[in-house]
């Protein structure tokens, strides 16, 4: 039975107290009655002792029911079902450890389905280019093919890639157990945007790409390789999911204690119920997944904004007019210790 006459009252004292109450009314009234009645004194215990601990059992039964269905729901959890809740309706201390209850079992579900997400995610990802390399390096062994310099690269490439992902796994772990710390040291912004677009333009030799640094000579604190990182992950996206023949800007502007990134692009942009989203773990746009090209884990942008917060700052995408996405990137000047 599920009825929590009691739910609504504050603390457990309270409750025990108007429990107490009601068993010392009800003797009360009982032996009253039975008085009147001419009830055998020796009677007149019994039956207020059994209507007593009737109500008792009707009334107190909402105040030991959650501590049993929280001890029974952690013994589910414990054999992996993370699904199972426990009812929060009451409002004293018993509530709030149901409510906490109820917190700790969405976040234990989460990380479980992260775990799950990370597990199917990685071992799809790694074994694409592994087969194609174990393939390749059959054909040749097998003498079906010669190692010209197109397969070797090809093999190159997939190597690179199975590095990178590695790679970023590793940092998203480091970053998000705080194993990172940065090394913040004056960054000369203008040569770091110079890397970033040389490096860029190696990897999408047809890219169309401005760049624009106020003022030029502009210098601040920061941890330079990460920031590059950062940087390079979004002139990347802007160039992979843009047509070839658009542009893509970079411009840099120090304003009020803060620099501010903005990385444009003329690509179809982000919807605007999935600009958050996009900095989500594994989260690739259907465009994105539909590419085909193997490449791209969704894991840049992650990446990019733990970067970001670490140095006290935010990132976030914006649409741009008439079609295109934008990355804007605040750092403040003095960095947070
Ligand atoms: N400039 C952009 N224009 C359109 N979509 C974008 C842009 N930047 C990011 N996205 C979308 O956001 C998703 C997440 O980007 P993110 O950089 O995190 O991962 P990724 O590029 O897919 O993989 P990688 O881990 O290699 O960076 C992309 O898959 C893409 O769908
Ligand atoms: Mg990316």
Redesign the pocket.
């Known amino acids: 039975m599920n009825w929590r006459p009691l739910d609504r009252v504050v603390s457990i004292k309270l409750k025990l107290s108007v429990v107490i109450i009601g068993a010392i009314a009800i003797a009360a009234i009982v032996s009253t009655v039975g008085y009147l009645l001419n009830v055998p004194v020796l009677v007149r215990p019994v039956i207020s002792a059994t209507i007593g601990v009737a109500g008792m059992w009707l009334f107190a039964g909402g105040i030991t029911s959650p501590l049993r269905e929280m001890a029974r729901a952690a013994g589910q959890m414990a054999g992996g079902d993370y699904d199972v809740r426990v009812t929060e309706s009451s409002a004293d201390e018993v509530g709030d450890l149901a409510r906490a209850f109820n917190g700790m079992a969405a976040e234990l579900a989460e990380v479980d389905q992260q775990r799950r997400d990370l597990v199917a995610m990685v071992s799809h990802e790694l074994r694409t280019p592994i087969t194609a390399i174990q393939a390749n390096l059959e054909n040749l062994i097998d003498g079906v093919s010669e190692p010209e310099p197109e397969l070797l690269n090809r093999m190159l490439s997939q190597t690179e890639r199975l590095g990178r992902l590695v790679a ?1 796994l590793l940092d998203l772990s480091r970053l998000e157990s705080g194993a990172i710390a940065l090394e913040r040291l004056p960054v000369d912004v203008g040569a770091l945007v110079g890397l970033v677009v040389d490096e860029a333009r190696l990897r999408h030799p047809d890219l169309l790409l401005e760049t624009r640094v106020v003022p030029s000579d502009l210098q601040f604190e920061a941890d330079a390789e990460r920031l590059h990182q950062v940087l390079a ?1 979004l002139v ?3 160039a ?3 047509p070839v023949d658009s542009s893509v800007t970079l411009d840099v502007a120090e304003c009020d204690g803060q620099v501010t990134f903005r990385v444009a ?1 003329e ?4 919807p605007t119920d999935q600009l958050e989203r ?1 900095f989500d773990r594994y ?3 259907a ?2 997944r539909s590419r085909g090209d193997g ?8 990446i990019a904004r733990w970067i970001t917060e670490l140095h006290g700052g935010s990132i976030r995408a914006e649409g741009v007019e008439p079609t295109g ?1 934008r ?1 804007v990137l605040v750092l403040p000047t003095e960095g947070r210790q």
Do not use: F, K
């Open positions: 970023q992950n990347d996206n802007a992979r999911y843009s692009d690509g179809p942009g982000i996009v989260h690739r746009l465009a994105a490449e791209g884990t969704g894991l840049g942008l992650t996405c990355m």
